[in-house]
């Protein structure tokens, strides 16, 4: 099993829909959560921390449940501008360092 | 405003010859990563350093080797290259790991003929 877990998708939604990913992990030591956005023969971006209570920016809402080892990003009010691919992204300890795996990516496709 | 740079852009190689591929950042991170990205199989590391003096093997670090020059540089060498290593090859750092961002360089498109 992939250490991060995500459904390639794609999802296609019209403007102004709201749409959510999961993505799942499988390293229960796992320690810090991110959401990344790759915009096409762009490199990734930080679109958000998730942190243990849940946490909102703006439009995006990112959840983490550590019992069934998942975190979520919900969109609302989708916009064309939010067509890209979303990076989960897991660190885990290792020896004193921290270890990035990042899952396969979300495509989402927003349509007028 | 340069943030983690990495050349060259894109270079094609023939199969067998080696190459290397050159990253800096200017924001004084202590770690950086050497990452490729196929399509469908998302970024795989394939080496990090810590910090200044160690680098230790991702998940894919078979037929490649790096090197920590300074805080500053972290460079990916192609011994021998191999169709298989055809990719988009991205450079990243972060101030410690754990909470921090990771930045990325624009990539290098890498085709092995």
């Known amino acids: 099993r992939k250490e991060v877990e995500q459904d390639p998708g794609p999802f296609n939604v019209p403007e102004g829909a709201t749409v959510a990913f999961n993505c799942t992990y499988s390293?229960?030591?796992?320690?810090?959560f991110f959401w990344y956005r790759q915009d096409c023969r762009k490199e990734p971006k930080l679109l958000m921390s998730?942190?243990?209570s849940g946490n909102e920016d703006g439009r995006f809402t990112a959840q983490l449940n550590r019992a069934s080892q998942y975190i979520s990003l919900l969109i609302r009010d989708s916009k064309l501008s939010d067509s890209a691919t979303y990076l989960c992204?897991?660190?885990?300890?290792?020896?004193?360092?921290?270890?990035?795996?990042f899952g396969r990516g979300t495509s989402l496709i927003v349509h007028p | 405003n340069a943030g983690v740079t990495q050349t060259p852009k894109f270079q094609v190689l023939k199969t067998g010859q080696s190459m290397t591929l050159q990253c800096a950042q200017d924001?004084?991170?202590?770690?950086m990563y050497w990452y490729r990205q196929d399509p469908g199989m998302g970024l795989r590391l394939i080496y990090y350093?810590?910090?200044?003096?160690?680098?230790d093997k991702g998940e894919v670090p078979n037929g490649y080797n790096v090197s920590r020059l300074n805080k500053r540089e972290f460079s990916l060498r192609l011994e021998s290259a191999a169709p298989s290593q055809t990719s988009v090859y991205f450079c990243?750092?972060?101030?410690?790991?754990?909470?921090?961002?990771?930045?990325f360089g624009e990539g290098s498109w890498l085709t092995v003929v």
């Open positions: 990243a750092s972060s101030l410690t790991g754990g909470r921090d961002t990771i930045y």
């Open positions: 390293n229960s030591a796992s320690q810090s």
């Open positions: 998730v942190y243990s």
């Open positions: 992204v897991v660190n885990r300890g290792a020896g004193g360092s921290y270890i990035p795996t």
């Open positions: 924001m004084n991170h202590n770690s």
């Open positions: 350093s810590a910090s200044e003096g160690t680098t």
